[in-house]
């Protein structure tokens, strides 16, 4: 019964991607398809396209089709100019960014300091680096039209890597009438600067999101370099159309039904390599942190025994079998801030790197005076790279004597109901699970899973003032030796305190038609400028 199922959602998950693709060519509008359409099949389908109001990657990825940034990094790791060039005083508590000419909101309306000193404070209310870059900031405030001048309490060497940083939250720029809105609702229009217009009258929540080229954007000069560099786009218009099958979805593409496909299914890509058509890369080389997070404000998880037993259960090989299953994508690591990086170290990771933990968990779980609460897992089934972690981490707590209600869902529905914070028999959570790029995750400002900030904080609410006064040491520390030591504290207190459940590491490759040139490699891919397509 359960195979017949499993082939009936399968066959009608086939069929709704199929239609998919025949509907998105019944809504093209003759001006909009005219010239090259890039058709690509993300990770994730499309529903919040705030920015600032989520930390999911698939809301960043249409972040960089419709904003642009003031600065940000390239392949170097070094900050470069963007929309914006900067100076900084000689006693480092003065930065002045200066705008760009030519730069123009998709309304027609030039860009300004105020919009942009206006967008800083927005993304910096909710996003960790930035937060930690405002306890060090006296004022910051556009000077003239052209100028944003930030100036520090003290000097802070993270101020540019923190407006420049990559991937989630990004500093994005929008107008000042939007990035007025409260961080905790979202903006009511999508009107960028950047190299892509949103076609808001083509947008189907979860089914399909449409982007134009647009023509007033004035790209940098020089060479592009992840997301830095002349952002030139080459085609005419993108589309993302969601196709939740896997299979459906690789058809697509060896049938150039569909150009670009984000992450295909594992067990899949030996197909995709054997094909001569197509292109099989990782574009982020430096991969991603898989990883659980419970919910601190509710039982059973608001017991840190608890929560340790949880923790001792749960084995990183399970969860990278089955996530990812061959081991040359994936990585055992029980570092918080990514293996072989400066800040990487073993401490605490024991259990989950040798999987030797159960009978622990059993009795840590009998002591902790568990009553049988139902542990409330979302389980989103439809991105490639989040299916397993939910299904082993179900299956190893119930071993460990939980009892556990596994709620199937899509992502999209995780990403808008992790925000609640109402109990979980009111439509809250216990536990979830996701990804985040290493690039995001390197460091303790950076890790946006690993502070203490109660309900101000991440999904989760962790609060923890013993980490947070580590994190302000870390940004103050006189040498790398220091900071490590430091980072080497976080993560045994974040370990001890069970902060989230690292799950190991992984590279996730993507995969498109010959016919694509110019993709780019990067911590924020995909990015559709510079790619080109010959018919």
């Given at each position: 019964m359960l195979s017949l199922m499993r082939r009936g959602r399968r066959t009608f998950a086939s069929k709704l991607a199929l239609s998919v693709v025949a509907l998105s060519t019944v809504l093209v509008s003759p001006v909009l398809a005219a010239g090259k359409t890039i058709t690509a099949v993300m990770h994730s389908d499309l529903r919040i396209i705030d920015p600032i109001f989520t930390t999911a990657y698939i809301t960043r990825d249409h972040g960089y089709m419709v904003y642009d940034t003031l600065i940000t990094t390239d392949a170097n790791f070094k900050i470069q100019p963007q929309m914006a060039d900067w100076k900084i005083s000689d006693d480092k508590l003065t930065y002045t960014f200066t705008l760009r000419d030519g730069l123009k909101w998709h309304d027609g309306a030039p860009v300004t300091a105020?919009?942009?000193?206006?967008?800083?404070?927005?993304w910096a209310a909710v996003d960790g680096m930035g937060q930690q870059l405002m306890t060090f900031t006296a004022s910051i405030e556009a000077t003239d039209p052209k100028t944003i001048t930030l100036k520090l309490k003290e000097p802070y060497g993270l101020v540019l890597e923190s407006i420049g940083k990559p991937s989630s939250r990004v500093a994005f720029m929008m107008p000042k009438r939007l990035a007025e809105t409260p961080p905790d609702k979202p903006i009511p229009e999508q009107i960028g600067s950047g190299p892509f217009k949103f076609v808001?009258?083509?947008?189907?929540?979860?089914?399909?999101a449409v982007y134009i080229k647009n023509t007033d954007y004035v790209p940098r000069k020089e060479p592009v370099s992840w997301t830095a560099g002349g952002k030139v786009v080459k085609v005419d218009r993108v589309e993302w159309v969601t196709m939740p099958d896997s299979q459906t979805a690789v058809n697509a593409l060896q049938s150039g039904?569909?150009?670009?496909?984000?992450?295909?299914?594992?067990?899949?890509?030996?197909?995709?390599?054997?094909?001569?058509?197509?292109?099989?890369?990782v574009l982020n080389?430096?991969?991603?942190?898989?990883?659980?997070?419970?919910?601190f404000l509710y039982p059973p998880f608001d017991n840190v025994k608890v929560r340790r037993a949880a923790l001792m259960a749960i084995k990183q090989k399970d969860v990278l079998d089955a996530l990812i299953g061959n081991p040359k994508y994936y990585k055992i690591c029980g570092a918080f801030f990514i293996c072989d990086t400066p800040f990487a170290t073993d401490v605490g990771s024991e259990s989950l790197v040798e999987g030797n933990g159960m009978a622990e968990a059993k009795k840590l779980l009998a002591e902790s005076g568990y009553d049988g609460t139902p542990v409330v897992i979302m389980a989103p089934g439809d991105v490639t790279t989040l299916k397993a972690q939910p299904i082993v981490a179900a299956q190893a707590l119930r071993e460990a004597g939980f009892k556990v209600d596994l709620q199937a869902t899509d992502w999209q529905t995780v990403v808008s109901r992790r925000a609640s914070q109402k109990p979980p028999k009111e439509g809250g959570w216990n536990m979830f699970f996701t990804n985040w790029v290493s690039a995001d995750v390197s460091n303790p400002i950076s890790n946006l899973s690993i502070g203490g900030q109660g309900k101000k904080g991440w999904f989760g609410w962790a609060e923890n003032a013993k980490i947070e006064k580590l994190k302000d040491d870390f940004v103050r520390a006189a040498s790398l030796d220091d900071q490590k030591k430091i980072a080497t504290e976080i993560q045994k207190e974040a370990y001890d305190q069970v902060i989230y459940v690292p799950l190991g590491q992984y590279l996730a490759p993507s995969a498109w038609r010959k016919s694509l040139t110019g993709v780019l490699d990067g911590p924020a891919t995909p990015v559709f400028w510079n790619v080109d397509k010959t018919e």
């Open positions: 105020d919009d942009c000193v206006a967008s800083l404070k927005r808001q009258g083509e947008f189907q929540p979860g089914v399909k039904d569909i150009d670009f496909l984000e992450n295909p299914s594992f067990d899949l890509v030996p197909v995709l390599e054997g094909n001569p058509d197509l292109k099989v890369e080389k430096f991969g991603f942190q898989t990883l659980g997070r419970m919910n």
